[in-house]
């Protein structure tokens, strides 16, 4: 059975156009109700921690403490974390819903100093304040490897976002 | 010492994308590339890696700016030329199978992307985006070919007047005007995100810019062309006003809320089309934008791609799924399309690897996206190594295909694709 050219347009246009265009509409359609992770990238200002100097040390001085400014860059659910001044602090992670968790190895850190060798690898745990675009966090710092080290606590606010986004 | 680092900055990355290309032009791939790999190894994934006090002193982060606004203006010129080798009435359909393929060939690559979206969007995005705006920008971004590569390889072994070539740049045309109307929608969307109304300003007023463009602005630079048949070459002042007309038309695109770029590429799209005349005008200007500041372009695209940012077996799955969905949807959708209206296998399967390219047109679109935050830092990483995979695999395949009679055609087919590689430019 031969098709004419034009029969085979007709179909084609309709196999190859037609139905990925109708495909398109209901895409759309059921990915407007789809939710992406809330928004949390750009600056964070660290506004209070109960870290103690014997504790900050290991961190290299002024790297966690209270006042200093984190930078998060977010890629969906994935999370990466540094420290905007002091010694490079980076951590990788992601979040659920509210909860971020994220982990750094200490020999990444670069950890110095005398009883640090107890640090192996450094977690963050945090619950994101309300909305889309969440303007507090606040969570705890806890250390693998170190059974005598209490997990320490601290908030952050949203200093900066790192651009408009897509929203329409 | 912003001065001294930029000029730094720029003869390394000249050097760096002269030897890379040059390297890989040996292996038989078109320089560009070359220089998409280039400017990786320039970047946070290689030299960063490697060498980050390098690095840092290299391209400090205060001086990417200046680096940027350089690229830019590239750009901006490189679009102009892209535009003007664009040819308006290779949009009308020269036939039934010409029609089909270039409509497939954005539809089908365009769903698939949609369709990928509904899996990456709660993955690789957040809430400041809509899934529209991510969804329509990835069908975007997949649906593009780059047109400059493909018209460059077609024009030098004499194939436009072929069938094969005829649908290839018909339907790379239609592709890029179209993947460039739907990035302008978006652009706009994005924008003019505060209220409705500022939606339908930008879209009438860059549909009235447009018209202004066509009907009005057209007439003007037809002289152009006048003066070149009579004189056989432009005076100075003559080309002083063409580059104030593209900057001109660039500035009122980026004023009315949609992007620098489509104000250069419509000037382009409006100037004469006699051939000698836009061989002639872009042998003028590819020295300056595709050796000197296009490879800037190429490392600041470097130089916010990260690899490291795809990380573990979970992101490398992405990637590896972006690619299959981006080669699927754009060989697949053109291959069968055209097979279907009765292409021969040979041109079907050839008009599919040779729209699967996308080259520069695709770094130009990503970095839109990633400037308005529509894709984040790993999925622009992502989609810029989809670039350059299904750019590089372009030449081997074709001499995969064509490596039976006539092998010595085909095959010098394939080594001229596009030496210059950043496609307008000349051999």
Same mark, same amino acid.
């Given at each position: 059975m031969?098709f004419t050219?034009g029969t085979r347009?007709?179909v084609g ?18 990915g407007? #109700?789809?939710? #992406?992770p809330?928004s949390?990238?750009g600056?964070?200002?660290? *506004?209070?921690?109960?870290?103690q100097p ?8 002024g790297?966690a403490a209270?006042?200093s400014?984190i930078?998060?860059?977010?890629s969906?659910?994935?999370l990466?974390?540094s420290m ?6 980076a951590?990788?992670?992601t979040?659920?819903?509210r909860?971020i968790?994220?982990?750094?190895d200490?020999?990444?850190i670069g950890?110095?100093?005398p ?5 192996? *690898?450094f977690?963050?745990?945090a619950t994101?304040g309300p909305g889309? *675009? ?7 710092l806890? #250390?693998?490897?170190?059974?005598s080290?209490?997990p320490?606590s601290?908030?952050?606010v *949203?200093?900066a976002?790192?651009g408009?986004?897509?929203r329409d | ?7 730094? !900055?720029v003869?390394v990355?000249?050097a760096t ?6 390297l890989f032009?040996?292996?038989? !791939?078109?320089?560009v590339?070359?220089e ?7 970047g946070?994934?290689m030299l960063g890696?490697?060498a980050p006090?390098a690095?840092?002193?290299?391209f400090p982060a205060?001086s ?8 830019q203006?590239? $750009?901006i010129v490189?679009?102009?030329?892209v535009?003007?080798?664009m040819?308006?009435n290779?949009?009308?359909s020269?036939g039934?199978?010409t029609l089909?393929t270039?409509?497939?060939?954005i539809?089908l690559p365009?769903?698939?992307a949609? $369709?990928?979206?509904?899996?990456l ?7 400041s985006?809509s899934?529209i705006?991510?969804?329509?920008f990835m069908?975007?971004a997949m649906?593009?070919?780059?047109f400059?590569?493909?018209a460059?390889?077609?024009s030098?072994r004499n194939?436009?007047q ?7 740049i018909a339907?790379?045309?239609v592709?890029d005007?179209t993947g ?6 978006i652009?706009?969307?994005i924008r ?5 109304a500022?939606v ?6 860059t ?8 009907y009005?602005v057209?007439?003007?630079?037809s002289?152009f ?6 004189r056989g070459?432009?005076?100075?002042n003559s ?10 038309s ?5 004023w ?5 770029l ?5 000037m382009?799209?409006?100037m004469?089309?006699d051939?000698?005349?836009?061989r002639?005008?872009t042998?003028?200007?590819e020295?300056?934008?595709v050796?000197l500041?296009?490879p800037?372009f190429?490392a600041?695209?470097?130089l916010r ?6 990380k573990?077996?979970e992101?490398?799955g992405y990637?590896? $799924?972006?690619?299959l ?8 959708g ?10 021969p296998l040979r041109?079907s399967?050839g008009l ?18 990633l400037?308005l935050k529509?894709i ?6 992502m989609m810029?190594?989809?670039a350059l995979?299904?750019t590089?695999?372009t ?6 295909m064509y490596?039976e009679s006539?092998?010595?055609a ?7 694709a ?6 307008i430019s000349?051999?």
């Open positions: 031969s050219k347009f007709i246009y309709f196999l190859f156009v037609a139905l990925p265009v109708l495909g398109l509409v209901a895409c759309l359609k059921y407007h #109700a789809l939710k #992406a809330v949390m990238d600056l964070w200002g660290v *506004r209070s921690s109960s870290m014997v504790q900050l040390h290991c961190l290299a001085e790297a209270p006042k400014s930078s998060i860059s977010q969906g659910k994935y990466s974390l905007v001044s002091g010694p490079e602090i951590a990788t992670g979040i659920n819903e909860t968790t994220l982990s750094a200490a020999s990444a950890l110095e100093g009883g640090c060798e107890a640090y192996r *690898r977690n963050i745990t994101l889309d *675009r969440p303007q507090s966090l606040a969570g705890v806890s #250390a693998d490897g170190c059974a080290c209490a320490v601290f908030a952050a *949203r200093l976002h790192s408009s986004g897509g | 010492m912003p001065l001294l680092t930029l000029v730094l !900055q003869a990355i000249l994308c002269r030897v890379i290309a040059g032009r040996r292996m038989g !791939q078109p320089r590339v070359g998409m790999f280039a400017g990786i190894l320039l946070p994934s890696a490697l006090r690095e840092a002193f290299l205060a990417l700016s200046n680096l940027n606004a350089l690229s203006i590239g $750009l490189f679009m102009f030329l535009g003007l080798e040819n308006p290779e949009l009308k020269h039934h199978s089909l270039s409509h497939a060939s539809t365009f769903v698939l949609c $369709l990928l979206s509904l899996y969007y709660p993955r690789l995005s957040d809430r985006v899934f705006s991510f969804s329509l069908g975007a649906s593009i070919t780059a400059p590569v493909l460059r390889i077609l030098e194939m436009l072929s069938r094969l070539g005829t649908v290839a339907c790379a045309a592709d005007v460039w109307c739907i990035l302008a929608y652009v706009v969307l003019a995100r505060a209220s409705a500022s339908w300003l930008t879209l009438l007023g549909i009235a810019f447009a018209l202004l463009m066509i009005g057209r007439r003007l630079v002289r062309g006048g003066l070149y048949r009579e070459e432009l005076h100075e080309w002083a006003f063409m580059l104030l007309l593209v900057l001109v660039a500035l009122c695109t980026e009315l809320g949609i992007h620098l489509f104000g250069a590429f419509l382009g799209v409006i004469p089309k051939e000698n005349f836009v002639y005008v042998d003028r200007f020295i300056l934008s050796v500041l296009l800037l190429f600041f695209t470097g791609t990260s690899i490291a940012l795809v573990g077996p992101m490398w990637c590896a $799924l972006i690619i969905v981006a080669i699927a949807g754009k060989m697949g053109s291959m069968a399309a055209s097979r279907i209206m009765g292409l041109e399967v599919g690897i040779l729209m699967n390219t996308r080259g520069l047109m695709e770094l130009v679109i990503l970095n839109i996206g400037d529509v984040s830092p790993a999925l622009f990483s810029v190594l989809m995979v299904t590089f695999m030449t081997p395949l074709l001499r995969l490596r006539p092998a010595r085909a095959l010098a087919e394939v080594d001229s596009d030496p210059s590689g950043a496609g000349a051999a």
